[in-house]
């Protein structure tokens, strides 16, 4: 398993943007190996998939509420995904997780959560004027 931290939680107002960012806390991993997904769960809610990026260049899934406002990316140099989120809804409040499997044919058709065998702790971001 891969230890995952994320960061860049926060308030935001509705409209407002924030960028997530996940990095593995063991030296020598490389994320680029890995399919990435980001996950979140709202309270009361199931965790549910954000996004799903695999590692090659054969697209990045995106849930139907957040197409055309989150963007999911790597920094190779960096060994870090991102998550990009604009023009945020109050409904995307939540608790957002990185996670991190070895490549699986047709994982990101459909992620779900017990897919993936290395979590963050998460972060917490909240859209509220």
């Known amino acids: 398993q891969v230890q995952l931290v994320e960061s860049g939680g926060g308030l935001v107002q509705p409209g407002g943007s924030l960028r997530l960012s996940c990095v593995a806390s063991?030296?020598?991993?490389?994320?680029?190996?890995?399919?990435i997904g980001w996950f979140r769960q709202a309270p009361g809610k199931e965790r549910e998939g954000v996004s799903c990026?695999?590692?090659?260049?054969?697209?990045?899934y995106y849930t139907d509420s957040v197409k055309g406002r989150f963007t999911s990316s790597r920094d190779v140099a960096k060994n870090t995904v991102y998550l990009q989120m604009n023009n945020l809804k109050p409904e995307d409040t939540a608790v957002y997780y990185c996670?991190?499997?070895?490549?699986?044919?047709?994982?990101?058709?459909?992620?779900?959560?017990?897919?993936?065998?290395?979590w963050g702790q998460g972060t917490q971001v909240t859209v509220s004027s």
């Open positions: 990026m695999g590692n090659s260049d054969d697209g990045t």
């Open positions: 996670a991190a499997e070895p490549p699986t044919p047709y994982l990101c058709s459909d992620p779900r959560p017990p897919a993936f065998g290395s």
């Open positions: 063991e030296s020598g991993v490389r994320l680029d190996y890995y399919v």
